[in-house]
């Protein structure tokens, strides 16, 4: 892994402010690594203008300057003007999760367009939240921008639909159904910290499943810098070491996480994945013991 990736993006996620394009953009040159972040953060500040542009327009053609009819026109810019699109298609596809190209094909997952909605509409002057909803993320209006008790939740990947709580529920139950009860805790506003990490977690996820193990591991590689005390990436690291043959790293990373996470109590699951992974342990040091 570079490291001036990983510090690049620890720089990203402290920045002032609550800017998530830049940490987005050094996300996806795990994919591209030549990538030009100027070129897009250009684009986004253009497609923002032209939204505030927009919204300047409808409010004196209606004179209604609320914030669900200002959200209505920056959905008509994006998903209209802008054809941005969620594509269900090709779900899978890891440059769903590269800002760059979610900008330049017009479609991606509900986080990389959620994050394009909250940026341009930041832009456009727009006071939007991401939401890290189980299963699937979205964005809101928070109250003291609505004047209400609660928050508007707007679904970027159905084209800014507006989403009651019922169907909020409706979602959870469709992708994570009975392991998570409902709460409106649900909607609170996501960190930077939490957008990037959903990010992260969303690509490695994807690179396991294309068996792309060295891009896995590069992301495994940020995860654990963003968020140092996440075990489970410790372990991941580990297991994606062993499956690319690079023993002493995968020996390391493996037999730190069984010393951690010994330390407390564990329930039978935790249990089964320790004498796995002690198996692997087993097999490295011996692999290790016959090269010397």
Not at 163 to 175: A, G, P, V
Not at 183 to 204: D, G, Y
Request: negative net charge.
């Amino acid at each position: 892994m570079r490291r001036d990736l990983v510090e690049e993006l620890i720089a990203a996620s402290n920045a002032p402010g609550t800017a998530l394009a830049q940490a987005a953009l050094v996300i996806a040159r795990i994919e591209y690594p030549r990538l030009d972040p100027s070129t897009y953060l250009e684009q986004l500040d253009a497609m923002g203008d032209a939204a505030r542009h927009g919204i300047a327009r409808h409010l004196d053609e209606t004179s209604d300057g609320s914030p669900l009819s200002c959200v209505g026109a920056l959905n008509r810019f994006l998903f209209e003007d802008e054809r941005f699109i969620g594509n269900r298609d090709k779900y899978e596809d890891p440059r769903n999760s590269c800002l760059n190209e979610v900008l330049d094909r017009r479609t991606g997952i509900p986080i990389t367009l959620s994050l394009v909605y909250i940026e341009v509409g930041r832009r456009a002057g727009l006071q939007i939240e991401g939401v890290n909803f189980p299963g699937h993320f979205l964005v809101r209006l928070p109250p003291d921008v609505t004047a209400t008790s609660g928050s508007v939740i707007i679904d970027p990947f159905h084209a800014g639909a507006i989403l009651s709580e019922h169907d909020c529920r409706r979602l959870l139950q469709k992708h994570v159904g009975a392991e998570v009860a409902f709460s409106t805790s649900l909607l609170a506003p996501a960190t930077r910290t939490q957008v990037v990490i959903r990010m992260l977690l969303n690509l490695k996820r994807t690179y396991v499943h294309m068996r792309s193990f060295p891009q896995a591991r590069d992301v495994t590689e940020l995860l654990l810098a963003v968020t140092p005390s996440a075990l489970s990436e410790l372990r991941d690291r580990g297991l994606l070491a062993y499956h690319l043959n690079d023993m002493t790293t995968a020996l390391r990373d493996l037999q730190t996480y069984l010393k951690l996470t010994s330390m407390g109590e564990m329930d039978k699951e935790t249990r089964e994945e320790h004498q796995q992974i002690w198996e692997h342990v087993k097999t490295l040091r011996r692999r290790i013991a016959a090269l010397n």
